[in-house]
Nanobody, 120 residues
């Protein structure tokens, strides 16, 4: 089994910064993509940023230029640096990890979520 633990959420003023962390542990053969999603009240969960095992990244248009995703393969961690935060960034942020399994299979795991609130 794989566990994901997120940290770093909280309350920040507009224009401020936060850094989210996601630590993966358990029976991990390999980690393929790591990603951050968010879900605001009354809205569907959406992809915020993703990073492949080779470091290629992808971002939602709404966060491009403000958020940066990174990963530490040795520590099995993913990070999301969020700068210039806006009230509309308020949401629960979830870490998602695609774990590689033998014989070319893979499995998705989710963290429990961490709340980010942007308010003055």
């Amino acid at each position: 089994q794989v566990q994901l633990v997120e940290s770093g959420g909280g309350l920040v003023q507009p224009g401020g910064s936060l850094r989210l962390s996601c630590a993966a542990s358990g029976s991990i053969f390999s980690i393929n993509a790591m990603a951050w999603y968010r879900q605001a009240p009354g809205k569907k969960r959406e992809l915020v940023a993703a990073i492949t095992s080779t470091g290629s990244t992808d971002y939602a248009d709404s966060v491009k230029g403000r958020f940066t995703i990174s990963r530490d393969n040795a520590r099995k961690k993913a990070y999301l640096q969020m700068n210039s935060l806006k009230p509309e960034d308020r949401a629960v942020y979830y870490c998602n990890v695609e774990v590689g399994l033998p014989y070319g299979r893979s499995a998705d795991y989710w963290g429990q979520g961490t709340q980010v609130t942007v308010s003055s």
